[in-house]
């Protein structure tokens, strides 16, 4: 079958989800005919995704947050402000979009959680099958444990994760660990998505900790720390704009811009990680058995949800600062890596399969209706 992918260019993880799935086709014999990215002016798409994903990338003008001066919390009215400002300019985007879908004709369009894929198949409604997947969609599950809501944040999430998902045939909800039956007949609980070089990769147990911080404003968090703790030595990545590749403001501490390879490479070999609450590196991290400590980013509700899944599966803790040592007294304290997460994780090619087939039978039913009728 023919994908296409629509895929939000925020943060890492996203993209190496649509990298991970794009290899789970081409191994089953699908094809993936070409990869919109939301991108805008706080972020670049890194040269990893371009080179790996497999297919044409057409970065597209899409919403994304608005942050603060210190690039640290969310802010959510001024977000929202800024994304209807430049609906005219979406507007453009969802144009692209179908001009590509047209000229693509794809059997399925895949949307990793960007608010234009469920636009786009709102107001154009496209011949192919939509289906969303990301871990944001856990949420439509009874067993998803909602953070603590301050004013709106809950119900901005859900319009939010609606939004993306307006008119899906599936929902495939990411999560750490194989969850019970759900009422939603369109929502299916699916293992993280892995590229294939995280299985390749020889797990050992260095000195260092290893940082990924999605909003630059937490280096100078990290170096504060630093500073106070020159026994502990930290190799952090981000996604700044207009810096050098590598850069050691401490003989203890370097930021390094991100860099798929070396970044695993420093996963399998580092002592644990922390990371501000995603879902991609944290899953990374579990199947690789390191040890965890997520930071929610301030004004982003959804990262204060992952950090409660995060704990919950006892492979990680949750904090609010850069706290490295928290981390080492809880490794200290007796932890144990979960080896489930690997049986889970290798189902995926199973799981694809019996997705296309019923998909498949579907379309052959329909094709038989039409020609009855």
Same mark, same amino acid.
């Given at each position: 079958?023919?994908?296409?992918?629509?895929?939000?260019?925020?943060?890492?993880?996203?993209?190496?989800?649509?990298?991970?799935?794009?290899?789970?086709?081409?191994?089953?014999?699908?094809?993936?005919?070409?990869?919109? %990215? *939301?991108?805008?002016?706080?972020? %670049?798409?890194?040269?990893?995704?371009?080179?790996?994903?497999?297919?044409?990338?057409?970065?597209?003008?899409?919403?994304?947050?608005?942050?603060?001066?210190?690039?640290?919390?969310?802010?959510?009215?001024?977000?929202?402000?800024?994304?209807? /400002?430049?609906?005219?300019?979406?507007?453009?985007?969802?144009?692209?979009?179908?001009?590509?879908?047209?000229?693509?004709?794809?059997?399925?369009?895949?949307?990793?959680?960007?608010?234009?894929? *469920?636009?786009?198949?709102?107001?154009?409604?496209?011949? !192919? /099958? &939509?289906?969303?997947?990301?871990?944001?969609?856990?949420?439509?599950?009874?067993?998803?444990?909602?953070?603590?809501?301050?004013?709106?944040?809950?119900?901005?999430?859900?319009?939010?994760?609606?939004?993306?998902?307006? *008119?899906?045939?599936?929902?495939? !909800?990411?999560?750490?660990?194989?969850?019970?039956?759900?009422?939603?007949?369109?929502?299916?609980?699916?293992?993280?998505?892995?590229?294939?070089?995280?299985?390749?990769?020889?797990?050992?147990?260095?000195?260092?900790?290893?940082?990924?911080?999605?909003?630059?404003?937490?280096?100078?968090?990290?170096?504060?720390?630093? $500073?106070?703790?020159?026994?502990? $030595?930290? /190799?952090?990545?981000?996604?700044?704009?207009?810096?050098?590749?590598?850069?050691?403001?401490?003989?203890?501490?370097?930021?390094?811009?991100?860099?798929?390879?070396?970044?695993?490479?420093?996963?399998?070999?580092?002592?644990?990680?922390?990371?501000? !609450?995603? &879902?991609?590196?944290?899953?990374?991290? #579990?199947?690789?058995?390191?040890?965890?400590? %997520?930071?929610? %980013?301030?004004?982003?509700?959804?990262? !204060?949800?992952?950090?409660?899944?995060?704990?919950?599966?006892?492979?990680?803790?949750?904090?609010?600062?850069?706290?490295?040592? $928290?981390?080492?007294?809880?490794?200290?304290?007796?932890? /144990?890596?979960?080896?489930?997460?690997?049986?889970?994780?290798?189902?995926?090619?199973?799981?694809?399969?019996?997705?296309?087939?019923?998909?498949? #039978?579907?379309?052959?039913?329909?094709?038989?209706?039409?020609?009855?009728?």
């Amino acid at each position: 079958m023919k994908f296409l992918f629509i895929v939000q260019g925020e943060g890492r993880g996203h993209m190496t989800q649509a990298i991970a799935f794009s290899t789970l086709l081409r191994k089953n014999s699908h094809e993936l005919c070409g990869v919109i %990215v *939301g991108k805008s002016k706080r972020r %670049v798409i890194p040269d990893f995704f371009i080179r790996e994903v497999g297919a044409k990338v057409h970065p597209v003008e899409s919403p994304n947050f608005v942050a603060d001066k210190t690039d640290k919390r969310i802010l959510i009215g001024k977000t929202i402000l800024h994304n209807l /400002r430049n609906t005219p300019t979406f507007i453009q985007s969802l144009n692209q979009i179908h001009q590509i879908v047209c000229k693509e004709n794809p059997d399925i369009i895949l949307n990793f959680y960007d608010l234009l894929g *469920g636009f786009y198949n709102f107001f154009f409604q496209p011949r !192919a /099958r &939509f289906w969303v997947i990301g871990h944001q969609y856990l949420i439509g599950h009874p067993e998803f444990t909602f953070a603590k809501s301050k004013a709106f944040d809950k119900e901005c999430f859900q319009v939010n994760t609606w939004l993306t998902a307006i *008119g899906a045939e599936k929902k495939l !909800a990411l999560s750490f660990q194989n969850l019970g039956d759900n009422k939603d007949p369109k929502l299916l609980v699916v293992p993280p998505l892995l590229r294939s070089e995280v299985k390749k990769l020889e797990v050992s147990s260095g000195d260092l900790f290893l940082a990924y911080m999605v909003n630059s404003g937490y280096a100078e968090e990290i170096l504060a720390f630093a $500073k106070k703790h020159p026994q502990i $030595k930290i /190799r952090a990545y981000w996604d700044k704009k207009d810096v050098n590749e590598t850069e050691f403001p401490l003989p203890n501490l370097s930021l390094h811009r991100v860099h798929d390879q070396h970044f695993l490479q420093d996963m399998a070999s580092c002592r644990g990680l922390v990371c501000t !609450a995603g &879902f991609e590196s944290v899953c990374e991290a #579990m199947y690789l058995g390191k040890p965890v400590m %997520v930071i929610p %980013v301030k004004g982003q509700y959804e990262q !204060a949800c992952n950090a409660i899944d995060t704990a919950k599966t006892q492979a990680g803790i949750a904090s609010e600062t850069f706290d490295f040592l $928290k981390l080492e007294q809880w490794i200290q304290s007796g932890f /144990r890596s979960n080896e489930e997460i690997q049986e889970w994780n290798n189902s995926w090619p199973t799981i694809l399969n019996h997705l296309l087939l019923e998909t498949k #039978m579907t379309e052959s039913e329909y094709q038989l209706t039409q020609s009855f009728s």
